[in-house]
């Protein structure tokens, strides 16, 4: 008899930690599968609408262009030209190879990148071509360069588009953005954001 006493407890307490457990996972379910998304969405569309929805950046027409978040490829020379992408700025495959400076594929990929600069921009000496336009960032989607990186760009672009290098030397300056915080990272230029204000000035 305390046998079968004993199995019906156990089956009870069996029974009851099940239900238990059961009713932990659907209130686990409701709360962080529909409870919490719904009030961090709420909450980000509420407080921060345009970060939400992806940083997107339009032309004046009203059209999105793309996101002040992902670098885009510039190969018209009239522009200002972002990073190096391993990945031709492919959002879906970001990433970049991660060889170590010596590295023969790395040496030659970058070596290819100077002599493209040279055949670009033939007034700028190689000596004043900042390393991060011919090395890879480590995304492959950077959308910023630094104001020297922009700079050095303003004469090959003044060139084929007529606006003076005042101008374009003005411009980057408008949209070189400080360290966050005034600490962290260091002053950049949105590349996407750029062409974009240059894209405004040659329709003048």
């Not at 009713?23 to 962080?32: D, G, M, Q, V």
């Not at 510039?74 to 190879?97: C, H, L, M, W």
């Not at 060889?99 to 594929?105: F, T």
């Not at 922009?150 to 090959?156: D, S």
Request: charged share 20%.
């Amino acid at each position: 008899m305390n046998n079968i006493a004993q199995e019906g407890r156990d089956e009870r307490s069996g029974g009851a930690v099940f239900w238990i457990a059961l009713r932990a996972s659907l209130l686990f379910i409701i709360l962080c599968g529909i409870v919490y998304p719904l009030v961090s969405t709420g909450l980000a569309q509420l407080l921060f609408p345009d970060q939400a929805n992806g940083s997107l950046l339009k032309d004046k027409d009203g059209n999105v262009v793309g996101s002040e978040l992902i670098g885009q490829p510039f190969t018209d020379p009239s522009y200002f030209q972002g990073r190096v992408s391993s990945i031709d700025y492919k959002a879906e495959a970001s990433g970049s190879n991660n060889y170590a400076p010596s590295n023969p594929d790395m040496l030659a990929r970058t070596q290819a990148s100077i002599e493209q600069w040279r055949r670009d921009n033939p007034d700028v000496p190689i000596d004043q071509l900042p390393i991060a336009l011919v090395t890879n960032s480590g995304s492959g989607l950077d959308p910023h360069i630094t104001p020297q990186s922009a700079l050095v760009q303003v004469p090959r672009i003044s060139k084929l588009t007529g606006i003076s290098t005042a101008e374009l030397e003005t411009l980057v300056g408008q949209y070189t953005e400080n360290r966050d915080l005034g600490v962290f990272g260091d002053r950049r230029v949105n590349v996407l954001k750029l062409n974009l204000a240059l894209k405004e000035m040659l329709k003048k």
